[in-house]
């Protein structure tokens, strides 16, 4: 069983900085592939970013390209999110994922990924 406790959302002004983690309790596999996705009230559930089990590779939305930054410490079982040049716009929950024994380029789809977490607030005031 695989257990994602994310942390760091909040509150900041648009233009501000936050970086999210969440830390992963897996004593089953070593090779997973994670993800940050978030849900706006009244919108579906989107894809921020994700990242293969090495941090070889990563992939982003169009949306946070260029301001968000995905990276890993494996020692630490944690994926990070690090957001800066906020926008009123990335206001949602952020939901880290994990997709367990993927080798392959980390997938953009929700449904590829089989465990997720509680989810953490981030709200930017214009």
């Known amino acids: 069983q695989v257990q994602l406790v994310e942390s760091g959302g909040g509150l900041v002004q648009a233009g501000g900085s936050l970086r999210l983690s969440c830390a992963a309790s897996?004593?089953?596999?070593?090779?997973?592939?994670m993800g940050w996705f978030r849900q706006a009230p009244g919108k579906e559930r989107e894809f921020v970013a994700v990242i293969s089990w090495n941090g070889g590779m990563t992939d982003y939305a169009d949306s946070v390209k260029g301001r968000f930054t995905i990276s890993r410490d494996n020692a630490k079982n944690t994926v990070y999110l690090q957001m800066n040049s906020l926008k009123p716009e990335d206001t949602a929950v952020y939901y880290c994922?994990?997709?367990?024994?993927?080798?392959?380029?980390?997938?953009?789809?929700?449904?590829?990924?089989?465990?997720w977490g509680q989810g953490t607030q981030v709200t930017v005031s214009s």
């Open positions: 994922a994990l997709d367990i024994n993927a080798r392959g380029p980390p997938a953009r789809w929700g449904a590829d990924y089989d465990y």
């Open positions: 897996t004593r089953t596999s070593r090779i997973y592939a």
